[in-house]
């Protein structure tokens, strides 16, 4: 293929910050944009969009050319690009059919038939029975299924989702991360999904697009980016430890003169990582086999998906999921001092040269 | 106030007496027309050939005003609202100087710009021979003139309160800035849109300095309710008290309406179908 579908070079400069992102890809994929809050995600995918003009760089989709700055710019409604955003931004005038057949309606489909294809959509987003209901009157999950119906039902080229979940309770949330990755799945075009939580990249997403004080810090499949974080802030936003020093054999020596001990043998620069949920904590001392042990302090504590995610301070930042049941038990409160344990088996070392036998 | 009189203590009488004597003037004045109004007789009055005539051509004149105001108001808000042009302030300022300007020079400036000798009345009766000032049309003019910064202003509000990301969803969905106009923008802004209407109408029906000045006081083409207040309250005082009254009622009536709509909003949000 000579040149991909999307071919996107998003340069916009405002006081302070500059966006400089760049994307390419091609029908079918779904590309989850993470990044802390202020990265520059929402900016990315509204300059994609044509709300937010480019100072530089270059849009091009489906063969044709939507931004280059002194040169052309396509309309936003000429773009066929398909927006859900946070708060569902249902028209709270029109009912949940009204606000599905706006698309083709506005593109000129009969009314008759604009509203078949929207019963249509309703009833692929499971919520065809809600048709004659009015925003005001739908639940947050509902309300977001028919803010994505309505995007679908417009046959858009570029499907940009800007964290159409975050806004919904878990349980809601993790149904409909569910089903949305079946429709993005089916869909035909290139979706992006903004996103702030991993789960939502790991999940939904066949590529991974870290964006960080407005600049690209990673690409990759979802596994890739989990597995083998370029920055410590990455492996934040994806929910890893990681720990960088230095190996030799299965010792990793870490800047504060500290180890970690690992399974893998390795030489040199590394970044040792293991999930949050292989981080034991307990109140006294641990007296189990476990190689690795810090003490520290909680410096927060907040729920994460069913499990509770806790942060501490132990020397480096280190997080950890654990059960509500034992966050109780264990009264996590910031502040509280802990000790958290790590098996060796549980680490994985990216980086260095493999160790030579001895 | 008195419930929560004892925690606080008293409220002090130096605070209470000014207050009473505010009410009372504004309170006794109305209270005093509705006591003079010739009731017995209200609805033969009413009946009264110059009262008919003033009632026929205030409503008249005042829905052809608002008819005007919404025509050219709606587009005026909606430009000021959202589209960003250079010199937006100063148009703004155009349109809330009726606002504040006393209505007999509002009067003096429209004799200035259409009058006969007027910057655009002189080239136009040259031309034609129409000559706008003391017709009913005039009138018209003079009660669009001083109602349609209300109504502008109105639905300007009405506007900017909802959510500019509207735009960009129907833009997304293939909407052209005037289908977005015709079914977002305004059908979200109707709950401002009829305050507006309501506030230019009641505006246009009270109006009296202006169209006085520019458009003359002729029984049966420009004397409108108020003008005739003004005639009969030299002639006949009972027939300027019914004519004052239905004005006095009106204006309640807006309010109560107004009130509602308010209090609607306040509970249920701007939206409206």
Redesign the interface.
């Known amino acids: 293929m000579s040149r991909p579908y999307l071919d996107a070079h998003v340069v916009v400069r405002r006081p302070g910050h500059t966006v400089d992102v760049r994307l390419t890809a091609e029908p079918g994929d779904v590309v989850a944009v993470i990044g802390p809050n202020g990265a520059g995600k929402s900016t990315f995918v509204r300059a994609l969009?044509g709300?937010v003009p480019l100072d530089d760089g270059h849009v091009l989709c489906a063969g044709e050319t939507w931004d280059r700055p002194g040169e052309r710019r396509t309309?936003?409604?000429?773009?066929?690009?398909?927006?859900v955003?946070q708060s569902e931004?249902l028209?709270?005038?029109l009912s949940a059919l009204g606000n599905v057949a706006?698309?083709p309606r506005?593109?000129g489909v009969p009314r008759r038939t604009a509203e078949a294809t929207a019963r249509d959509w309703l009833a692929r987003l499971g919520v065809d029975d809600l048709a004659g209901r009015r925003p005001?009157q739908l639940s947050g999950g509902q309300a977001q299924r028919v803010a994505i119906a309505?995007?679908l039902a417009?046959e858009?080229r570029l499907l940009l989702l800007d964290e159409p979940l975050s806004a919904l309770d878990v349980g809601v949330a993790m149904a409909l991360r569910l089903e949305l990755s079946r429709h993005l799945a089916d869909y035909a075009g290139v979706a992006l999904l903004v996103t702030h939580d991993a789960l939502d990249a790991m999940t939904v997403a066949n590529r991974v697009l870290v964006i960080d004080d407005g600049r690209v810090a990673q690409e990759g499949t979802p596994a890739e980016v989990a597995q083998r974080p370029a920055t410590d802030h990455v492996a934040r936003l994806v929910g890893l430890n990681v720990l960088r020093g230095r190996s030799s054999g299965t010792t990793v020596r870490l800047a504060d003169d500290s180890t970690v001990v690992t399974s893998t043998p390795a030489e040199g620069e590394v970044s040792a990582c293991f999930s949050p949920a292989a981080v034991t904590l307990t109140v006294g001392e641990p007296h189990g086999s476990a190689r690795n042990r810090w003490k520290g302090t909680v410096t927060s504590v907040a729920p994460h998906g069913a499990a509770v995610r806790v942060h501490l301070d132990a020397g480096a930042g280190l997080i950890a999921d654990v059960t509500p049941a034992s966050a109780t038990q264990l009264a996590l409160v910031p502040g509280a001092a802990v000790w958290a344990t790590v098996k060796a088996t549980e680490i994985s070392v990216y980086g260095g040269e493999p160790a030579h036998n001895p | 106030m008195t419930a929560r009189g004892p925690a606080l203590g008293r409220a002090p009488a130096r605070l209470l007496v000014p207050a009473c004597v505010g009410v009372a003037f504004l309170g006794l004045p109305l209270l005093a027309l509705l006591a003079r109004t010739p009731w017995s007789d209200f609805l033969t009055r009413l009946t009264e050939p110059a009262i008919l005539d003033a009632l026929r051509l205030s409503m008249v004149t005042s829905l052809a005003a608002v008819a005007v105001v919404t025509a050219v108001g709606i587009p005026l808000a909606w430009a000021l609202a959202r589209v960003e042009f250079p010199g937006r302030t100063v148009v703004r300022a155009f349109v809330i100087v009726p606002l504040v300007l006393p209505p007999v020079v509002g009067g003096v400036a429209l004799l200035s710009a259409f009058g006969r000798r007027g910057l655009l009345g002189a080239p136009l009766y040259d031309a034609f021979g129409v000559s706008l000032p003391f017709t009913t049309p005039a009138v018209v003019v003079a009660h669009a003139f001083v109602s349609l910064p209300f109504f502008v202003l109105s639905v300007e509000g009405a506007l900017r309160a909802t959510?500019r990301?509207?735009d960009?969803?129907?833009?997304?969905?293939?909407?052209?800035r005037w289908?977005t106009f015709r079914?977002?923008s305004l059908?979200?802004a109707?709950p401002g849109l009829l305050a507006g209407l309501v506030l230019a109408w009641a505006r246009a029906l009270g109006e009296f300095g202006a169209t006085i000045t520019f458009a003359g006081n002729y029984p049966g083409t420009t004397r409108t309710m108020p003008n005739a207040i003004y005639v009969e309250l030299q002639n006949d005082q009972q027939a300027a008290l019914v004519l004052s009254v239905i004005l006095m009622l009106v204006s309640v009536a807006v309010l109560a309406l107004l009130r509602e709509r308010w209090f609607d909003q306040a509970v249920h949000?701007p939206?409206?179908?």
């Open positions: 969009a709300v309309e936003v409604r000429r773009r066929g690009v398909g927006m955003f931004l028209f709270p005038h706006f698309g506005s593109r005001a309505r995007a417009a858009p | 959510d990301e509207y960009v969803v129907a833009a997304t969905l293939g909407a052209s289908t079914r977002v059908p979200l109707g949000g939206v409206r179908a």
